[in-house]
């Protein structure tokens, strides 16, 4: 166990649909970083939140947004979801903002079916 | 720019051969760390190597070990006697300017 929590850990939704997904980080960790992961792209990094604040951008589509709220969890919102949205979206956390000695903990992952 | 590349796509082998990774990564970051995942199954990410740019020392734990070369840009890891249990997708990935860069991961499959 990570230590890093995510909800919920399946979604399956219609495309045209808008959804939540949540991360709580270790207890302790500042950073949070959001991934996408699909079959024909791998894993890619989305964006990051540090204490709060946007920290590094990705592969991010403007259809997505995130935030990370004071108690530092994270949601990342997706909408108007199309069927290629479906993926694997992992939540990992670190105690530092990601530039040194980072060791990132993963969440296990929303999977979320765009039909 | 940063880059990881993980040429196999997928590696069969049968329980208790070896098997090398390879992982070749582009970067212009004189500091940066390079790293190894495990993606079993059950989907999960489990942290396995953190290596930063100034060591080159060859690192063992195990059966698992990495071999980390910058003059040919390479991060190569190792698994001695595989087992069933090994069979997982392995991701590289390497941080610098604070983003970290997966490759697209290498599926092994170890056969009984």
């Known amino acids: 166990d990570s230590g890093v929590t995510q909800t919920p850990k399946h979604l399956i939704t219609a495309t045209g649909q808008r959804v939540t997904l949540r991360c709580s980080p270790r207890?302790?960790?500042?950073?949070v970083y959001w991934y996408q992961q699909s079959l024909d792209q791998g894993l890619q990094f989305l964006i990051q939140?540090?204490?709060?604040?946007?920290?590094a951008k990705g592969n991010i589509l403007e259809r997505f947004s995130a935030q990370q709220f004071p108690d530092l969890h994270s949601e990342l919102n997706l909408s108007s979801l199309e069927l290629g949205d479906s993926a694997l979206y992992f939540c990992?956390?670190?105690?530092?903002?990601?530039?040194?000695?980072?060791?990132?903990?993963f969440g296990s992952g929303t999977q979320l079916s765009v039909l | 720019a940063q880059k990881v590349t993980q040429a196999q796509t997928e590696i069969s082998v049968v329980e208790k051969e070896d098997v090398t990774l390879d992982c070749v990564y582009e970067?212009?970051?004189?500091?940066?760390?390079l790293f190894w995942y495990k993606q079993p199954p059950s989907g999960e990410l489990v942290f396995l190597i953190r290596?930063?740019?100034?060591?080159?020392q060859n690192e063992i734990s195990g059966r698992y070990s990495w071999n980390f070369q910058k003059s040919t840009s390479s991060f190569n890891f190792t698994i001695t006697a595989s087992q069933v249990v090994d069979s997982a997708v392995y991701f590289c990935?390497?941080?610098?300017?604070?983003?970290?860069?997966f490759g697209k991961g290498t599926r092994l499959h170890i056969l009984p």
């Open positions: 990992a956390s670190s105690v530092e903002s990601g530039t040194v000695n980072e060791k990132l903990f």
């Open positions: 290596r930063n740019s100034f060591d080159e």
């Open positions: 990935a390497l941080l610098g300017n604070d983003k970290i860069i």
């Open positions: 207890s302790g960790d500042l950073s």
């Open positions: 939140y540090y204490n709060g604040e946007e920290r």
């Open positions: 970067t212009r970051d004189t500091t940066y760390y």
